[in-house]
């Protein structure tokens, strides 16, 4: 096959599979070196043999490269500086949530992919036995496990959208001022705050359990930063969840994505890490 032939047949696809190689990993910088690398493998292939299937001969590279990617972030997370969360986005995948991502975080490299595959992909079992290196059977217990794990974390009840916003903009105000009548009103009982430094900004390192602790924890903030006027937030979904970007102190943006429950706060997701922040320089923020 030719080089040029090669080149329009891997382009063709390279829009699903660097939407594959995101739902993998989590992450659209790791998904286009993956992609990179097919593209890389595919022209040797190409130039040495005539490849019948070209998508699905692409999907079972691409699947085991993000498999290695994997199982590497796995051993990284697991040395990371503090509570890992995914890249913020602000226009998301439609299907791939925050609430979905940290679901699939909890899953094994081979059960992820068997899910996303097959679930959200529509690979036949037969295909995803040969991808995954595994018996059919093995490949249904992977998905139905990984569809067990991801359906227990779902939220049990949609949010409305004007609920999330008036929540989110109350939040906004009473952690910037400091209102720990209102932080507790807000804050459900066992709420938690995550926050991603990443060991480059100043952040917590573990999370921050209970109503109580999380509202002192922002009181404690407000009267740090003193009168100063707080950053005024883009209010946006942070990958599909109800939140938004300000401008701190440092002059880097921070993220705060708010996973709401029955009307009140159960999880804060705050990313403060600037390599996870790239895009987000470029909003419309202000003093």
């Known amino acids: 096959m030719s080089t040029a032939r090669a080149a329009a047949q891997f382009e063709a696809h390279r829009p699903f599979l660097k939407r594959l190689a995101a ?4 992450s659209r910088a790791d998904a286009d070196d993956v992609v990179q690398d097919a593209y890389l493998r595919w022209h040797r292939v190409a130039a040495a043999q005539t490849v019948e299937t070209p998508r699905a001969y692409l999907v079972r590279i691409v699947t085991r490269l993000c498999l290695d990617r994997m199982r590497a972030l796995r051993r990284q997370r697991l040395a990371y500086n503090g509570p890992w969360l995914p890249e913020p986005e602000l226009e998301p995948e439609q299907d791939l949530t925050l609430t979905l991502l940290l679901a699939l975080e909890r899953l094994s490299p081979l059960e992820r992919a068997a899910f996303l595959l097959h679930d959200v992909f529509g690979t036949p079992f037969a295909d995803l036995a040969v991808t995954l290196k595994r018996s059919e059977m093995a490949c249904r217990q992977l998905a139905a496990r990984a569809r067990a794990h991801i359906q227990a974390a779902q939220p049990r009840y949609p949010v409305d959208a004007r609920e999330a916003e008036a929540i989110t903009e109350a939040f906004f105000k009473a952690s910037h001022l400091g209102d720990m009548a209102a932080l507790t009103q807000l804050l459900a009982p066992d709420s938690v705050l995550l926050a991603d430094g990443g060991g480059v900004r100043l952040s917590v390192r573990n999370p921050i359990l209970g109503r109580d602790k999380v509202a002192r924890f922002f009181a404690g903030l ?5 009168p100063s006027a707080p950053t005024r937030p883009h209010l946006s979904p942070i990958n599909g969840l ?3 970007v300000t401008l701190e102190s440092d002059g880097l943006p921070q993220s705060t994505a708010f996973k709401i429950e029955n009307g009140q706060i159960a999880a804060i997701y705050i990313v403060r890490n600037p390599h996870k922040l790239r895009m987000m320089k470029f909003l419309p923020l202000s003093r």
């Open 222 to 226: 407000a009267r740090k930063r003193g």
């Open 242 to 244: 109800p939140g938004y």
């Open 23 to 26: 739902r993998l990993l989590g």
